[in-house]
């Protein structure tokens, strides 16, 4: 049943955006966004992405789901610009477009298509699966980089030793997991 939502929804151009705001703690002026992703069901429910990435990796349509977010937040992102504002998206992508070849080549005609400039996307990719495919992580990361866009290890200090996967790819931003926040509020000391 989820796996039809999720086909209908790319055919249809109904997956359902939201930009969380990244606020600096350092005062900066960036307007910088978390783009997250939604799929609607046939009540107009929103689903989470916890709810339907499972049975969309069982269907093979993950890399579909990663270019249809990332052509959306460009075309949004691309308005925006043109009315002057310099904001920049955060947009977290699955194992399955770090490992596939044809996936940096795509995004490359993507920007020039749309005249972006590269800076303003900052592709996150999670601890889990950077580690899982460390060789092709670094290949990812270091072509990223030669788009001239930017990229960041979500969640974070998780794994056994994620100090580690730091010694093989360089990223512009490490987010921390949720988990070492609430240990802060939790821990007097």
């Known amino acids: 049943h989820?796996?039809?939502?999720?086909?209908?929804?790319?055919a249809q151009n109904s997956l359902k955006l939201l930009f969380q705001p990244i606020i600096s703690l350092h005062g900066d002026d960036d307007e910088q966004f978390e783009v997250l992703l939604r799929l609607i069901d046939n009540d107009g429910n929103e689903l989470l992405p916890g709810q339907f990435l499972g049975p969309a990796e069982e269907a093979?349509?993950?890399?579909?789901?990663?270019?249809?977010?990332?052509?959306?937040?460009?075309?949004?992102?691309?308005?925006?610009?043109?009315?002057?504002?310099k904001e920049r998206l955060f947009i977290n992508i699955t194992s399955k477009s770090?490992?596939?070849?044809?996936?940096?080549?795509?995004?490359s005609v993507a920007l020039k298509a749309a005249r972006l400039p590269s800076d303003a996307l900052?592709?996150?990719?999670?601890?889990?699966?950077a580690t899982s495919h460390i060789k092709q992580a670094r290949i990812f990361a270091q072509g990223i980089s030669q788009l001239h866009c930017k990229t960041s290890i979500?969640?974070?200090g998780c794994s056994l030793n994620p100090f580690n996967l730091l010694k093989h790819l360089s990223p512009d931003y490490v987010k921390l997991n949720g988990s070492f926040a609430q240990q802060i509020e939790d821990n007097k000391d």
Do not use: C, Y
Request: hydrophobic share 50%; proline share 4%.
């Open 98 to 107: 770090v490992i596939d070849d044809t996936f940096l080549p795509w995004v």
């Open 2 to 10: 989820i796996q039809a939502l999720i086909k209908e929804a790319i």
């Open 154 to 156: 979500n969640h974070f």
């Open 122 to 129: 900052i592709f996150q990719v999670h601890e889990n699966d």
């Open 60 to 85: 093979g349509m993950l890399p579909k789901l990663d270019r249809w977010v990332i052509l959306q937040s460009i075309k949004m992102l691309s308005v925006q610009r043109s009315e002057g504002r």
